[in-house]
T-cell receptor, first 113, second 110 residues
């Protein structure tokens, strides 16, 4: 199993540009989520999904969109990038009954200039 | 979710035990204590979790005080590869979200 994969690893955007961060998992996990991590800080939840077709907002959802059309994929869309969205983005997956056990991807480092 | 207090940094000599404390005095009865670590720039990695009994796995041991207000993660023989930020995360049963604080930066020195 590849586990949780994220692409790209690095991205530089100009203010106002849009892009999609990709996340995929091959463990057939129902739960998927997106976090961001700013320098020196812990992770903060952006959006999460408990199954295909179901998404909900986390702690810091503004400026981001998500959709979940398949179990495997959970893309994160930045609608109009802002310098405040410069961060490292982590995707995670889990399954019902796992409690607080989540599997994290390697991250995407995004810089918005 | 319960609030946690962890020291911002700790040092440990290679081969010695690393004992990382966490205070979670407001933890509720159904909240487990989860520990994750994050090696530089990588995604967080699950280590261990417990409710009220001590737990041990191949990575670490977790000691939870009887009143559940604090816990200690023990890495029995720390290696240089254990240098990472360690997060203590109380988590209730139906709450999907993991709340990460700033954690403890453990530096294992040769």
């Amino acid at each position: 199993n590849a586990g949780v994969t994220q692409t790209p690893k690095f991205q530089v955007l100009k203010t106002g540009q849009s892009m999609t961060l990709q996340c995929a998992q091959d463990m057939n996990h129902e739960y998927m989520s997106w976090y961001r991590q700013d320098p020196g800080m812990g992770l903060r939840l952006i959006h999460y999904s408990v199954g295909a077709g179901i998404t909900d907002q986390g702690e810091v959802p503004n400026g981001y969109n998500v959709s979940r059309s398949t179990t495997e994929d959970f893309p994160l869309r930045l609608l109009s990038a802002a310098p405040s969205q410069t961060s490292v983005y982590f995707c995670a997956s889990s399954y019902p009954g796992a409690g607080g056990l989540q599997y994290f991807g390697p991250g995407t480092r995004l810089t918005v200039t | 979710d319960a609030k946690t207090t962890q020291p911002p940094s700790m040092d440990c000599a290679e081969g010695r035990a690393a004992n990382l404390p966490c205070n979670h005095s407001t933890i509720s009865g159904n909240e487990y204590v989860y520990w994750y670590r994050q090696i530089h720039s990588q995604g967080p990695q699950y280590i261990i979790h417990g409710l009220k009994n001590n737990e041990t796995n191949e990575m670490a041991s977790l000691i939870i005080t009887e009143d559940r207000k604090s816990s200690t993660l023990i890495l029995p023989h720390a290696t240089l590869r254990d240098t990472a930020v360690y997060y203590c995360i109380p988590r209730g049963g139906s709450n999907y979200k993991l709340t990460f604080g700033k954690g403890t930066l453990l530096t294992v020195n040769p």
